[in-house]
């Protein structure tokens, strides 16, 4: 089963970077920690899938996140 979230985009104040903050429970309920690889798959319809990937860089399971 596939979870989906949708997360504010901000920018830095002063600056043209954007940022996206994952809540605790976001990043608990998907098995993510600090300093694991996202890939991040733009679905082409405004919204982008996030897989988190093992330390060679495969897909470790199939929980997404939706912007």
Do not use: C
Request: proline letters at 3%.
């Amino acid at each position: 089963m596939t979870k989906t979230w949708t997360l504010e985009v901000k920018q830095m104040i002063d600056e043209d970077d954007y940022y996206i903050e994952f809540p605790d429970e976001v990043m608990a309920e998907a098995g993510w920690k600090p300093g694991d690889t996202l890939k991040w798959t733009d679905r082409g319809d405004g919204t982008w899938s996030l897989k988190k990937l093992d330390d060679n860089h495969e897909n470790t399971d199939d929980t997404e996140e939706q912007k």
